[in-house]
């Protein structure tokens, strides 16, 4: 039973006006004593004019409270309304003066203070006492009290001050009375709120009972957001997955993270339509953080709002390893085997109805396409046709329907898989299902990503297409290396029997330079073909790109700004100077055509270490350091179709006469044949990439990239001895004969390797030089050098050759010394070697 509260205390003054009270009386006073002493008729005069005076000031008063200028006082009606709230409230109410003395108490305040009487009454100051805890927050109250201010503080006193239970929390408010005629007041609010704490403090125990309950259940329990990451999992799924549940914070782990195989990716194929609730089962490996896999079954609900967006998962985990349920062993072993072949081998394995949707895929086909079949789930059931290209899906549901019917010779189909990124491929092989038993499948679908394979088939093909112009190129540019050596051997003959003043001689100067520039067409062949002679010596590239960078300004006009950005602590590289300057001209030159707006083009260097060359797209890069050298631009870009023809020779997208389309033939050559890569990365409108990389050079860091002679005076090329000239070609034999003839020298002419031999045996040993061409028919020139070292022949050899020279140096007998001669060459190069070599 409730004991009724105690009676307040009040002692707040009930405000009256004495001035008035006065004068009323005085007024009542003067007109008694007036009427008292007057005569007759006088007093009744003055009787009338008093009643007159009444008579007025009343119809005025009823005048002026008609027209709301004058309001009876209701002050003490709404006082008693307000005390009356105030002296029912449930909290202890105590109003208290300047000196803290107490003005206004209510009975509830009375009655959680437990004093018997209104002297034992005590104020919130020295009522509330009591630790340290306690006396700190009183006296912020008090303070806050003092300065007019407001406060609040919740306390814990143990024993409470009544006297009932134990201990008892209080909440206690302060703040100043406002709207009184007497200032300085303060109320204090004092609320009990021990049975909300008691209410809290039950809740709380509950459940920390039922977080218990759930941690130590024999099946692991895990709640997921829909981008998978884990926000909640109990202790017996941690203690599976071998992880300290102290330490997990949500979203620290995904789902991916707990289950092998990537099978997290099956768990978000749960679909429902808007307000539903889905349930689906999976079976699934578990890996821990260390040890062998655990099996296991999920069974994953997913709430999905009003709007068809998926909610957290509420997914129960049940370990299926061998031991943990007991009954029906053999039945369970054979559903963790085949749950863990199907979701753990890397055949893309799913069951299809009729209409392509999706029943029940692994891990691996769900790692064909991910993002396809997920934005397929707004549509409901995810569909095979989601991650097929468009153009196959005619031929996709042709094999399903022929499935359907039960057919068993379906041929495998080759389709294209849609997703971001690079183009992805994958073979098909399908297989009749039964509906009845195979949860209403009508076809299996076993799937192989065949997009590694498609690519090194179009690396190979590529690769040998470009070896095959290769060699084409590279034999076109032999016969007409000696075709153009003859003219410009010819050309000289002529032009030292001509004065410039002579009229034919510009004729001639006008054949020599058309031979030199089909010369030069003929070296950009040899560059792609990869036979081209090449003078490597130890570059830093930054140093070669600083001084290269004046020319390349030239180059781009003042329209388009070029950028070269230097990598820090660059590697060395073994190239040959000219030719990687040639490559950097002819790429800047390119990006210049593709920005007939203007632009920029920027030039990058940096080391490239073995680490980074598995992040490739090509395949074909091998592991190892390289230099990196990016030449970049924010051009029109290259088209997919004519970005895969670029490097071939001839292929050209410029207008007639403005490019022969050797350009970048000839930069592929002198960047394989250097032992680099170079690739292209570009898309239409957004510019284009081209990357070079170049093996580092791993000698004597410190040697310095040799330096350009300067050009030596004229000197005497006239000279004797016996030289065995073999050339296969009459043209050039002949000429060559002839300049070394007037120079002095006694030649022997020999048109193959077989008739050198011959020529050789005839000469005795009095043989100081052989000239000989490499490649001729019967014997090529090294096997000829090899027989007549053989026949005890010490003579010094020339080789002339239009292909490199490292192209025969492998034929030749070991620690052999030769000079080489490329072809075409002129008639002084000719006698400058020669001279050389008998030096």
């Not at 895990?222 to 203690?239: K, Q, R």
């Not at 399908?430 to 990503?449: H, M």
Request: proline fraction near 5%.
């Amino acid at each position: 039973m409730k004991s009724t509260p105690a009676p307040p205390v009040d002692r707040i003054e009930r405000i009256v006006n004495p001035l008035a009270l006065a004068v009323l009386a005085l007024f009542l006073a003067v007109a008694a004593g007036a009427l008292w002493v007057a005569p007759g008729a006088t007093s009744m005069m003055i009787l009338s004019w008093m009643l007159v005076a009444l008579a007025a000031c009343g119809v005025l008063g009823l005048l002026l409270f008609s027209l709301g200028l004058l309001q009876l006082p209701t002050r003490a009606a709404r006082f008693d309304t307000t005390k009356a709230i105030a002296d029912s409230s449930p909290d202890g109410l105590l109003v208290t003066d300047q000196e803290s003395r107490i003005v206004y108490a209510n009975g509830a305040y009375r009655a959680l203070s437990g004093a018997p009487g209104n002297g034992d009454l005590r104020s919130v100051e020295r009522l509330f006492t009591g630790s340290p805890d306690v006396s700190e927050s009183v006296y912020r109250l008090s303070q806050a009290a003092k300065s007019g201010g407001r406060a609040s503080e919740e306390l814990r006193l143990a024993p409470p001050p009544n006297g009932e239970g134990d201990v008892a929390w209080y909440r206690i408010r302060v703040r100043p009375l406002e709207g009184v005629a007497r200032s300085g007041l303060t109320v204090w609010t004092v609320s009990d709120e021990t049975r909300e704490h008691s209410r809290h403090e039950t809740f709380f125990q509950d459940l920390q009972h039922a977080i218990d309950y759930l941690d130590h259940a024999p099946a692991g329990f895990f709640s997921a957001e829909p981008d998978g990451a884990i926000v909640h999992m109990n202790a017996t799924l941690a203690a599976w997955l071998d992880c300290d549940l102290a330490q997990f914070a949500p979203g620290q782990l995904k789902v991916d993270d707990i289950i092998a195989g990537q099978g997290g990716a099956m768990l978000s194929l749960v679909t429902g339509g808007p307000g539903e609730v889905t349930t689906q089962q999976f079976d699934v490996d578990l890996k821990p953080r260390r040890g062998r896999v655990v099996p296991a079954r999920i069974f994953h609900k997913v709430a999905f709002s009003s709007d068809g967006a998926p909610g957290p998962s509420r997914s129960l985990v049940i370990n299926r390893a061998p031991g943990e349920i007991k009954g029906e062993e053999d039945l369970r072993a054979a559903e963790v085997r085949f749950a863990r072949i199907f979701n753990s081998t890397p055949v893309a394995i799913a069951s299809v109805d009729a209409s392509g949707g999706l029943l029940r895929p692994n891990a691996a086909f769900v790692r064909l396409a991910p993002d396809a079949l997920k934005t397929n789930l707004a549509a409901g059931r995810p569909s095979i046709f989601a991650i097929v290209a468009e153009r196959d899906h005619a031929a996709l549901r042709a094999v399903i329907d022929a499935a359907a019917q039960g057919r068993s010779d379906i041929a495998p189909l080759d389709v294209s898989l849609e997703g971001a990124g690079a183009a992805r491929s994958a073979r098909l092989f399908v297989s009749a299902a039964d509906p009845a038993s195979d949860e209403g499948a009508n076809a299996i679908i076993f799937a192989l990503d065949t997009t590694e394979q498609r690519t090194l088939q179009e690396n190979l093909a590529q690769g040998q297409k470009m070896q095959a112009i290769g060699q084409l190129a590279g034999g076109v540019a032999h016969d007409f290396n000696n075709v153009l050596t003859a003219i410009i051997g010819y050309s000289d003959l002529l032009l030292a029997n001509h004065r410039p003043t002579d009229p034919s001689f510009q004729d001639i100067m006008q054949i020599k330079q058309n031979a030199n520039r089909a010369a030069g067409l003929v070296r950009q062949l040899l560059a792609f073909s990869r036979r081209q002679t090449l003078r490597p010596q130890t570059l830093q590239l930054n140093d070669v790109l600083s001084e290269l960078q004046m020319l390349l300004r030239r180059l781009v006009g003042e329209t388009i700004q070029l950028d070269v950005v230097h990598g820090r602590d660059l590697w060395l590289v073994k190239a040959d100077l000219n030719q990687f300057e040639q490559v950097i001209v002819n790429l800047v030159v390119n990006a210049r055509d593709a920005m007939s707006e203007g632009g920029r083009i920027t030039l990058r260097t940096r080391n490239f270490p073995a680490s980074e060359c598995g992040g490739l797209k090509e395949m074909a890069i091998a592991a190892a350091d390289y230099v990196l050298i990016e030449v970049e631009d924010n051009g029109h870009g290259i088209p997919a179709d004519v970005r895969a023809k670029i490097f071939e020779p001839f292929f050209t997208t410029k207008e007639v006469g403005k490019g022969t389309g050797l350009g970048l033939s000839m930069v592929y050559g002198i960047v394989k044949q250097t032992g680099g890569y170079i690739f292209c990365e570009s898309e239409p409108g957004a510019g284009a990439t081209f990357r070079i990389l170049l093996p580092r050079f791993i000698g004597d860091e410190s040697e310095e990239p040799v330096k350009k002679e300067a050009p030596k005076p004229a000197a005497d090329l006239t000279g004797r001895g016996a030289i065995l000239l073999v050339e296969d070609e009459e043209a050039v034999r002949a000429f060559a004969a002839r300049a070394l003839s007037s120079r002095g020298y006694t030649v022997l002419e020999a048109e193959s390797g077989v008739d050198a031999l011959r020529v050789a045996e005839e000469a005795g040993g009095a043989i100081d030089l052989i000239v000989s061409d490499v490649i001729m028919p019967e014997m090529d020139g090294p096997t000829m050098l090899t027989e007549l070292r053989r026949r005890g022949f010490t003579s010094k050899i020339v080789f002339v050759s239009g292909y490199a020279d490292d192209a025969f140096a492998r034929s030749l007998p070991e620690d052999e010394q030769f000079v080489f001669l490329p072809k075409p060459f002129t008639l002084k190069q000719l006698i400058e070697t020669v001279k050389g070599a008998m030096a």
